[in-house]
């Protein structure tokens, strides 16, 4: 069964760095493209950052561009997402997404998202 | 202010067709990118309903379409049932941007 399970989320201040994780299973990590995808209470989507097969093609929303790197760990089937200089309007439930291998873009399996909260 | 308009929302009654309009411009939909939906039920995960325009993936009922012309794409849901209430989004890609975009997302409600 394919799975993507992302922690690392939480309380953080105005200008501090977390780092999330994704943990797949079920499939074959290495074979397919990734992303992470944000939702802010009570709004809609908003894609984030993209990253191919082995890490060396990576694409940012401009919004986090320069504060937020996106990395993945094919032996160890995990994706990771670098947040620093964090916002407030960064708050939201961080989403890691599958591609679908053949759809470019398609985003055939999230996990449950985790939330981060940026406050004083 | 989303790249890709949708109405923020639509309602109809069970068994009753409805459609969701997603509206984009020349350098996502009508550039000719793929238009995809999904739907994110109350306090859950977006999951993939329609993928290259009008492609359902297994296990999304047919009673769920989608269509693209132009710089447009739509959702068409037929046979309303009451767990269809949920939000649902399109999403392409923008050249301008160098990015996927999403719509605003529209919330069906069923009356």
């Known amino acids: 069964e394919v799975q993507v399970v992302e922690s690392g989320g939480g309380l953080v201040q105005p200008g501090g760095s977390l780092r999330l994780s994704c943990a797949a299973s079920?499939?074959?990590?290495?074979?397919?493209?990734m992303n992470w995808v944000r939702q802010a209470p009570g709004k809609g989507l908003q894609w984030v950052s993209y990253i191919g097969f082995s890490g060396s093609s990576r694409h940012y929303a401009d919004s986090v561009k320069g504060r937020f790197t996106i990395s993945r760990d094919n032996a160890k089937n995990s994706l990771h997402l670098q947040m620093n200089s964090l916002r407030a309007e960064d708050t939201a439930v961080y989403y890691c997404a599958r591609e679908h291998h053949l759809v470019p873009g398609a985003l055939d399996y999230w996990g449950q998202g985790t939330l981060v909260t940026v406050s004083s | 202010q989303s790249v890709l308009t949708q109405p923020p929302s639509v309602s109809g009654a069970p068994g009753q067709r409805v459609t969701i309009s997603c509206t984009g411009s020349?350098?996502?939909?009508?550039?000719?990118?793929?238009v995809h939906w999904y739907q994110q039920l109350p306090g859950t995960a977006p999951k993939l309903l329609i993928h290259g325009n009008s492609n359902r993936p297994s296990g999304v009922p047919d009673r769920f379409s989608g269509s693209k012309s132009g710089t447009s794409a739509s959702l068409a849901i037929t046979g309303l049932q009451a767990e269809d209430e949920a939000d649902y989004y399109c999403?392409?890609?923008?050249?301008?941007?160098?990015?996927?975009?999403f719509g605003g997302g529209t919330k069906l409600t069923v009356l």
């Open positions: 020349s350098s996502n939909i009508g550039a000719g990118y793929d």
């Open positions: 999403q392409s890609y923008d050249s301008s941007l160098s990015g996927w975009v």
């Open positions: 079920g499939f074959t990590f290495s074979s397919y493209e």
